[in-house]
Nanobody, 121 residues
């Protein structure tokens, strides 16, 4: 079965940096678009970033552009999210999501368990 396991969350001060990682298994990772979503306390879930199957294309929500970088390593079946210049409003549970599969021609919509990022002084 599809499995996504996030790690790297924690407490960081405003202006600091944090790197999230997602280990994927149970599907053809190299043919699948991957995303990071987040859900802040009392808020709806939000798409943060998406990366194409090869890693050639990335998209970001406006609030994180220039601060966050999504990446992937298809040899290791991992996707990362480098977060810099963190702000309190970045506080949320961050989820790794497997999306569109080129090989299956369908969206997997598989979610990890989430990792909590808290930005606070």
């Amino acid at each position: 079965q599809v499995q996504l396991v996030e790690s790297g969350g924690g407490l960081v001060q405003p202006g600091g940096s944090l790197t999230l990682s997602c280990a994927a298994s149970g599907f053809t990772f190299s043919e699948t678009y991957m995303s990071w979503y987040r859900q802040a306390p009392g808020e709806e879930r939000e798409l943060v970033a998406t990366i194409s199957d090869t890693g050639a294309s990335t998209t970001y929500t406006n609030s994180v552009k220039g601060r966050f970088t999504i990446s992937r390593d298809n040899a290791r079946n991992t996707v990362g999210l480098q977060m810099n210049s963190l702000k309190p409003e970045d506080t949320a549970v961050y989820f790794c999501v497997a999306g569109w599969s080129d090989i299956l021609e369908t969206a997997l919509n598989a979610w990890g368990q989430g990792t909590l990022v808290t930005v606070s002084s």
